[in-house]
C-alpha cells in the first residue's frame, strides 16, 4: 500500500513539474513571438510616408495597434497549451468511445 502511494505522489509531483516547466516555456515563446510583431509593426509604420500620419489621428493609431497585439498576445498565452491540449483529449476520448 505505501508503496502505490508513493508512485501516486511521484507521479503527481513529476505532472506538476512538468506543467510548470510547459507553461513557463509556453510563455517565453508567447513574449518572444510578441515582441517580434511589434518589432515588425514598428518598422513597418516607420517606412509609411508623412501623408498617412498626416491624414490618421495618433490616438487611434496607438490604440488600434496596441488593442490588436493585446489580442494576440491573450491568443497565444499558457492557455494556448491547454486548448491544445484538450483538442487531443477529446479526440482521444471520442476515438475511445467509438471503439467500445
Known amino acids: 500500500m505505501i508503496g ?3 508512485v501516486l505522489l511521484l507521479t503527481a509531483v513529476f505532472l506538476g513539474l512538468l506543467n ?9 515563446l508567447s513574449q518572444s513571438a510578441i515582441t517580434g510583431l511589434r518589432n515588425k509593426l514598428y ?19 496607438m490604440t488600434r495597434l496596441t488593442g490588436d497585439v493585446s489580442n ?3 491568443l497565444i498565452s499558457s492557455n494556448m497549451l491547454s486548448i491544445i491540449g484538450n483538442f487531443f483529449y477529446f479526440y482521444r476520448c471520442l476515438g475511445l468511445y467509438f471503439l467500445r
Do not use: C, P, R, W
Open 4 to 6: 502505490s502511494t508513493a
Open 20 to 28: 510548470y516547466f510547459s507553461v513557463y516555456y509556453m510563455g517565453v
Open 43 to 61: 518598422h513597418q509604420i516607420i517606412q509609411l510616408d508623412t501623408h498617412f500620419f498626416e491624414s490618421s489621428k495618433t490616438g487611434d493609431l
Open 72 to 74: 494576440l498576445q491573450n
